[in-house]
T-cell receptor, first 112, second 114 residues
Framework: ETGVTQSPTHLIKTRGQQVTLRCSSQ?????VSWYQQALGQGPQFIFQ???????GRGNFPPRFSGLQFPNYSSELNVNALELDDSALYLC???????????FGPGTRLTVL | QKEVEQNSGPLSVPEGAIASLNCTYS??????FFWYRQYSGKSPELIMF????GDKEDGRFTAQLNKASQYVSLLIRDSQPSDSATYLC??????????????FGTGTRLKVLA
């Protein structure tokens, strides 16, 4: 059974650029949630995808968007990057939304 | 009031002692509760989950839930230096879309002294 994977591991961008982060969910999991974790903080919920549809969103602006594909892998897109977007971006998969979530290794994004 | 509150620590305990980590939450409707361990620079790793009032034991770990007091705790028996990490408490919240999201606390940093 393959766990949750994410790519890339690290990324450096400049303010105003756009970025795409990728996630492959654990085998059999059809729910993917994305989180932003700033230094010293707990993960903050960005949004969740279930069977290719966004079915829940946190307090993040529309420049944070996503996709889920038929194989349940997912992308997080961030447009018009700001300095405050620098964080660890985590993807987590689960069978259902309220079930235990398993996290990928994360993508460390630095915006200069 | 934060939705999920944890003491940031650090909580220092000697090797072999019991570490007690606490978490309170504000939403009485929360149904599921999770403890994650996060080593510095790594992603969270699921330790325990609990849905019902009372205790749930798994090896050296015990999760305790008291919904009336809106309180969940994690006990680590026979603490080892390898247990030194940040422990995150997470609770589920029902969204208007009908799905659930996790709300995390800021975590408690545990240091086990050899």
């Amino acid at each position: 059974e393959t766990g949750v994977t994410q790519s890339p591991t690290h990324l450096i961008k400049t303010r105003g650029q756009q970025v795409t982060l990728r996630c492959s969910s654990q085998s059999g999991h059809n729910t993917v949630s994305w989180y932003q974790q700033a230094l010293g903080q707990g993960p903050q919920f960005i949004f969740q995808y279930y069977r290719e549809e966004e079915n829940g969103r946190g307090n993040f602006p529309p420049r944070f968007s996503g996709l889920q594909f038929p194989n349940y892998s997912s992308e997080l897109n961030v447009n018009a990057l700001e300095l405050d977007d620098s964080a660890l971006y985590l993807c987590a998969s689960s069978l259902e939304a309220a079930d235990e979530q398993f996290f990928g290794p994360g993508t460390r994004l630095t915006v200069l | 009031q934060k939705e999920v509150e944890q003491n940031s620590g650090p909580l220092s305990v000697p090797e072999g002692a019991i570490a007690s980590l606490n978490c309170t939450y504000s939403d009485r409707g929360s149904q599921s509760f999770f403890w994650y361990r996060q080593y510095s620079g790594k992603s969270p790793e699921l330790i325990m989950f609990i849905y019902s009032n009372g205790d749930k034991e798994d090896g050296r770990f015990t999760a305790q839930l008291n919904k009336a007091s809106q309180y969940v705790s994690l006990l680590i028996r026979d603490s080892q230096p390898s247990d030194s990490a940040t422990y995150l408490c997470a609770v589920t919240r029902l969204l208007t879309s009908g799905t659930y999201k996790y709300i995390f606390g800021t975590g408690t940093r545990l240091k086990v002294l050899a």
